[in-house]
C-alpha cells in the first residue's frame, strides 16, 4: 500500500499517532483496504481520531 494514495483525513490522524501507523503498515492489503473504506465513512475528526484510535487497541489485543 502507497501511504501517498491515503485519505488525507486518515494519513494525517495516522501521522499524529506513529503507534497507529506502525499497526496499519503492518496490515494486509485487504485490512488495509477495509480501514480505507471505514476512513470514507468518517464525518468527522473526532470520528477518525476513534478509527485510528481503534487500531492501536485492536492490535493490543
Not at 499524529?16 to 494486509?28: G, L, N
Not at 464525518?43 to 481503534?54: C, P, W
Amino acid at each position: 500500500m502507497n501511504l501517498d494514495s491515503l485519505p488525507l483525513g486518515l494519513g494525517m490522524a495516522l501521522a499524529q499517532r506513529p503507534d497507529a501507523m506502525e499497526c496499519f503498515c503492518s496490515m494486509t492489503e485487504q485490512q488495509q483496504a477495509e480501514i480505507i473504506e471505514q476512513a470514507h465513512h468518517v464525518a468527522s475528526r473526532k470520528e477518525m481520531k476513534s478509527l485510528v484510535s481503534k487500531l492501536v487497541s485492536d492490535s493490543s489485543q
